[in-house]
């Protein structure tokens, strides 16, 4: 099957710029995630979505973060305006259901470079 | 709220010689375990996870890990290690109620010398 798919992968940007981020899950999963992991750090749930509901938005700084899942299938993660500690990666991941019994699946990844 | 601790940035093997990455959790209630692997330029891949009953897990490639309660431990391990298996090594945590969300430590990165 096909995995998690994200693009760009790779993105530089100047500070105060925005930039979006795109992920398609595997098909037929319900449940989305987008993670925050910054160098020599391990991912940080940034939001996730059942459907195109969202389940858990606890850590996302919403004053410049915004993420949707419209059709309940890909998702698109901004950020604007973008500061410095924003440079990490994004990790995209999908799974069958939502719940950690349910195995969670990730796409390579968007690495942010904010200059 | 929940946390994971992964001890050593970094461990280092001899092929062929036996491999522990070490974790420890805090989390209220019982824990849902898990270790990922992370090769380079590649997301996330799923390794083994603890959900209850046996506390010895068995997952991919041949990597194990051991659920001790007493001592909130979940080390990775494997009986013989091989070049290959040279990644960052990441431990999660769920609690079982309430917010679910992956917590995860600040990885291992495993180096295994030919």
């Known amino acids: 099957e096909a995995g998690v798919a994200q693009s760009p992968r790779y993105k530089i940007i100047e500070k105060r710029q925005s930039v979006a981020f795109w992920c398609n899950p595997i098909?037929?999963?319900?449940?989305l995630y987008w993670y925050q992991q910054i160098l020599g750090q391990g991912p940080k749930l940034l939001i996730q979505f059942q459907n195109n509901g969202v389940v858990d938005d606890s850590q996302l700084p919403k004053d410049r973060f915004s993420a949707e899942r419209l059709k309940g299938v890909d998702s698109t993660l901004k950020i604007q305006p973008a500061k410095l500690e924003d440079s990490a990666v994004y990790l995209c991941a999908s799974s069958l259901a939502a719940g950690p019994t349910y195995e969670q699946y990730f796409g390579p990844g968007t690495r942010l470079t904010v200059t | 709220a929940q946390s994971v601790a992964q001890p050593e940035d970094q461990v280092n093997v001899a092929e062929g010689n036996p491999l522990t990455v070490k974790c420890t959790y805090s989390?209220?209630?019982?824990?849902?375990l898990f270790w990922y692997v992370q090769y380079p330029n590649r997301g996330l891949q799923f390794l083994l996870k603890y959900i209850t009953g046996d506390n010895l897990v068995k997952g991919s490639y041949g990597f194990e890990a051991e659920f001790n309660k007493s001592q909130t431990s979940f080390h990775l391990k494997k009986p013989s290690a091989l070049v290959s298996d040279s990644a960052l090594y990441f431990c999660a945590v769920s609690p079982d109620t309430g917010r679910r969300a992956l917590t995860f430590g600040s990885g291992t990165r495993l180096q295994v010398q030919p």
């Open positions: 098909s037929g999963h319900a449940t």
């Open positions: 989390v209220s209630g019982n824990p849902y």
